[in-house]
């Protein structure tokens, strides 16, 4: 009994520390992101995961970072693992139709557009601009 108690005790007395090191790591990690510190802040990232797998923001900027990297494949990698998280992620849609126009799969963009454009809310004009984009180099 008093085992019982003694890790519940250590359980509530370590359980704040852990939840606010959660948030801090994203939080750090954005203001490492606003400051063009893309390695720092993928440390952050990273470290956010660690404690929380489904930390879709996290794999967003990662995503992110990577593409001003110009690291295509851990781009994409994250960008699916956003929209596995949350299929409606118009942002991750979006920069993912993005990607696959830029290496010319043109079918792959389209799709992905088709299904922007169904659920969108914050980035129906960028994908108007991008079904014509689309359009436009699948003509060439």
Do not use: H, R, W
């Not at 606010?20 to 802040?41: M, P």
């Not at 851990?74 to 849609?93: D, G, M, R, S, Y």
């Not at 389209?110 to 984009?133: A, H, P, Q």
């Amino acid at each position: 009994m008093i085992k019982k108690f003694y890790k519940i005790l250590v359980l509530l007395f370590f359980l704040p520390n852990i939840l606010f090191a959660k948030s801090e790591f994203f939080e750090e990690g954005i203001s490492l992101y606003k400051k063009n510190k893309f390695e720092d802040a993928k440390f952050k990232f990273e470290q956010d995961i660690v404690f929380n797998p489904k930390s879709e923001l996290s794999y967003l900027y990662l995503s992110k970072i990577f593409n001003k990297q110009e690291k295509k494949i851990l781009e994409e990698q994250n960008l699916k693992t956003v929209i596995l998280l949350n299929p409606k992620n118009e942002e991750a849609i979006y920069n993912l139709a993005k990607l696959k126009l830029s290496t010319s799969d043109f079918k792959k963009s389209n799709e992905l557009n088709n299904k922007l454009k169904s659920i969108c809310k914050d980035f129906c004009e960028k994908s108007d601009t991008l079904k014509i984009e689309i359009e436009n180099l699948s003509k060439k």
